[in-house]
Nanobody, 116 residues
Framework: QVQVVESGGGLVQAGGSLRLSCAAS????????MAWYRQAPEKQRELVAV???????NYADSVKGRFTISRHNGENTVYLQMDSLKVEDTAVYYC??????????WGQGTLVTVSS
């Protein structure tokens, strides 16, 4: 069984930075895709950033140039560095992992609040 633990959320002023972390552990598995999604109040969950096992990345237009996704394959960990945060970045951020066998795992979510 794969478990995912997120950390790094919190309260920050607009223009500030936060770094989210997500670590996967459990049975032996190989991770293909790691990503971060977010869901703001009364809005649908949306993809923020995704990174493949080979290191290819893709970002939502709203965060390009401000957020950076990275991963440490040996530790099954993915990070999201968030800079120049805006009030509209306020949301619950979820880690998403997909194994090579297409098993999809979601984290419990971590709240990011950006104040003006």
């Amino acid at each position: 069984q794969v478990q995912v633990v997120e950390s790094g959320g919190g309260l920050v002023q607009a223009g500030g930075s936060l770094r989210l972390s997500c670590a996967a552990s459990g049975s032996s598995f190989r991770i293909e895709t790691m990503a971060w999604y977010r869901q703001a109040p009364e809005k649908q969950r949306e993809l923020v950033a995704v990174i493949s096992s080979g290191g290819s990345t893709n970002y939502a237009d709203s965060v390009k140039g401000r957020f950076t996704i990275s991963r440490h394959n040996g530790e099954n960990t993915v990070y999201l560095q968030m800079d120049s945060l805006k009030v509209e970045d306020t949301a619950v951020y979820y880690c998403y992992i997909e194994t090579v066998y297409k098993l999809q795992i979601w984290g419990q979510g971590t709240l990011v609040t950006v104040s003006s």
